[in-house]
């Protein structure tokens, strides 16, 4: 065979071992996946402190047990059918059943959403989605999101009532169209049937049905792994990641220690340049993105750094009503020397992350979405007011990286690499394809 022949070759076939069948049109892994759906559903239900919970566990526990029957049994049409029954059991049925009895799934969601919903209306009037302390009597008056969050608020700011102003349903329009963008670039073929699964699993389907606002930066966070991970090897696509990521630290700080763990791994894997590259344009998306929804912070960011920063901390007058059973919630609790020593956790945690990055960096998106989550539930455990429901990030990032089993591969990039670099090395790529053959 020509030597320079054979390099499109073997790319052509690393290309097609990574589009192999999708995870999620795999028999053999949907039946037991939905099962697990049902448990899950089901210790929900069992331990629900919420009635709406309660409601969305009763409605998916069933919706997943018929699920996995119906793929298990149904050889033709057994996945399709199963996907259908999941999204309705586990998102349709509990959205309808709010709208139709008028209840309200989570206090916590409802509050979040209302948070949203004023933030863009002190945007329109005041040039900054935050109240400067002196005008904040109650907690729920902070806003502890970032400037772009109040993006979602704008539809009902501007006059749309109903369910057309919900800021959860721009939430989940938006996140369901990023993650399909993301599942294309990782797994061509199979975005649809995928982004279908995801919103029928309960990562996102319990947040999306209780009102919870993480969902868009979930899916900024999985666009920007695709667009970063091996195979997507055009300058372009790692770029619209950087973008992306740039994005999801302007809406929610939940997003900003993806931006060290990715650039460690693109200097790894890409070189200095790249990394820097990526950088810049994560950076520059989200100081723009800041400054454009929140321009009176520009000049006076005070109020900002109240309600991001001090809020979140537990440092300001009012005190967040988060309550959970973790760690850094618990000492708070104890005084204001346990409050200090579970910050002092956190950051001492936060210094341990970035000193493992220099240490021992991620090779690929792969490691990349592993340490994320690792480092993200540590921050998550140790924070002085923090709440169960956060752990949605780290389930949704290996549940992500789960799904697109296929696209961090190494040898697709290095072949690709060898492609555009031409004749160098072409030897090597032969003997890697006659062992292949």
Same mark, same amino acid.
């Given at each position: 065979?020509?030597?320079?022949?054979? #390099?499109?070759?073997?790319? +052509? +076939?690393?290309?097609?071992?990574?589009t192999?069948?999708?995870?999620?049109?795999?028999?053999?892994?949907?039946?037991?996946?939905?099962?697990?759906?049902?448990?899950?559903?089901?210790?929900?239900?069992?331990?629900?402190? &919420?009635?709406?919970?309660?409601?969305?566990?009763?409605?998916?526990?069933?919706?997943?047990?018929?699920?996995?029957?119906?793929?298990?049994?149904w050889?033709?049409?057994?996945? &399709?059918?199963?996907?259908?029954?999941?999204?309705?059991?586990?998102?349709?049925?509990?959205?309808?059943?709010?709208?139709?009895?008028?209840? $309200?799934?989570?206090?916590?969601g409802?509050?979040?959403?209302?948070? #949203?919903?004023?933030?863009? #209306?002190?945007?329109?009037? *005041?040039?900054?989605?935050?109240?400067?302390?002196?005008?904040?009597?109650? !907690?729920?008056?902070?806003?502890?999101? &970032?400037?772009?969050?109040a993006?979602?608020?704008?539809?009902?700011?501007?006059?749309? *009532?109903?369910? @057309?102003?919900n800021?959860?349903?721009?939430?989940?329009?938006?996140?369901?169209?990023?993650?399909?963008?993301?599942?294309?670039?990782?797994?061509?073929?199979?975005?649809?049937?995928?982004?279908?699964?995801?919103?029928?699993?309960?990562?996102?389907?319990?947040?999306? $049905?209780?009102? /919870? $606002?993480?969902?868009?930066?979930?899916? /900024?966070?999985?666009?920007?792994?695709?667009? @970063?991970?091996?195979?997507?090897? +055009?300058?372009?696509?790692?770029?619209?990641?950087?973008?992306?990521?740039?994005?999801?630290?302007?809406?929610?700080?939940?997003?900003?220690?993806?931006?060290?763990?990715?650039?460690?791994?693109?200097?790894?894997?890409?070189?200095a +340049?790249?990394?820097?590259?990526?950088?810049?344009?994560?950076?520059?998306?989200?100081?723009?993105?800041?400054?454009?929804?929140?321009?009176?912070?520009?000049?006076?960011?005070?109020?900002?750094? /109240?309600?991001?920063?001090?809020?979140?901390?537990?440092?300001?007058? *009012?005190?967040?009503? !988060?309550?959970?059973?973790?760690?850094?919630?618990?000492?708070?609790?104890?005084?204001a020397?346990?409050?200090?020593?579970?910050?002092?956790?956190?950051?001492?945690?936060?210094?341990?992350?970035?000193a493992?990055?220099?240490a021992?960096?991620?090779?690929?998106?792969?490691?990349?979405?592993?340490?994320?989550?690792?480092?993200?539930?540590?921050?998550?455990?140790?924070?002085?007011?923090?709440?169960?429901?956060?752990?949605?990030?780290?389930?949704?990032?290996?549940?992500?990286?789960?799904?697109?089993?296929?696209?961090?591969?190494? &040898?697709?990039?290095?072949?690709?690499?060898?492609?555009?670099?031409?004749?160098?090395?072409?030897?090597?790529?032969?003997?890697?394809?006659?062992?292949?053959?």
């Open positions: 065979m020509n030597r320079i022949a054979a #390099v499109p070759v073997l790319a +052509r +076939r690393a290309d097609a071992a990574q192999a069948t999708a995870p999620v049109s795999d028999r053999q892994r949907v039946v037991p996946w939905y099962a697990a759906f049902a448990g899950f559903a089901v210790a929900v239900l069992v331990t629900a402190g &919420e009635p709406g919970q309660w409601i969305w566990a009763a409605w998916a526990a069933g919706g997943y047990a018929l699920a996995a029957l119906t793929a298990a049994l050889r033709s049409r057994g996945l &399709e059918a199963a996907l259908f029954i999941a999204l309705a059991g586990a998102l349709a049925g509990p959205l309808a059943w709010q709208a139709a009895f008028g209840s $309200t799934m989570s206090e916590v409802d509050d979040s959403l209302k948070v #949203v919903a004023r933030s863009a #209306v002190l945007l329109l009037r *005041h040039g900054t989605p935050y109240l400067p302390a002196d005008q904040i009597s109650h !907690a729920l008056e902070y806003n502890p999101y &970032e400037p772009a969050m993006i979602f608020g704008l539809p009902a700011a501007l006059g749309l *009532h109903g369910a @057309a102003g800021p959860r349903l721009w939430m989940g329009i938006t996140a369901a169209a990023v993650l399909a963008a993301a599942f294309r670039l990782a797994k061509p073929g199979s975005a649809l049937r995928s982004t279908a699964f995801a919103f029928g699993s309960p990562v996102l389907a319990l947040p999306l $049905t209780q009102g /919870l $606002t993480d969902l868009p930066v979930l899916a /900024l966070l999985s666009l920007t792994l695709a667009s @970063a991970s091996a195979c997507a090897h +055009r300058r372009g696509v790692r770029l619209a990641g950087a973008i992306a990521l740039g994005a999801a630290c302007a809406i929610k700080a939940t997003a900003w220690p993806a931006l060290p763990i990715i650039i460690a791994m693109l200097a790894v894997r890409d070189g +340049r790249a990394a820097t590259r990526f950088m810049v344009v994560a950076g520059v998306t989200a100081t723009a993105l800041v400054a454009a929804m929140a321009p009176a912070s520009v000049t006076a960011p005070g109020a900002l750094f /109240l309600n991001t920063v001090l809020f979140p901390l537990g440092m300001t007058r *009012h005190q967040t009503d !988060a309550d959970s059973p973790l760690p850094g919630h618990l000492l708070a609790t104890t005084g020397t346990g409050h200090w020593a579970a910050i002092g956790l956190l950051c001492a945690a936060s210094l341990a992350m970035g493992s990055l220099i021992r960096p991620p090779a690929d998106t792969r490691a990349a979405a592993w340490r994320l989550a690792a480092s993200l539930s540590i921050m998550f455990a140790l924070a002085p007011a923090s709440r169960w429901g956060y752990f949605v990030y780290p389930a949704a990032l290996l549940g992500f990286v789960s799904m697109t089993h296929g696209q961090p591969g190494p &040898e697709g990039a290095v072949l690709r690499q060898r492609e555009r670099q031409g004749p160098q090395e072409i030897s090597s790529l032969t003997r890697w394809g006659d062992a292949w053959s």
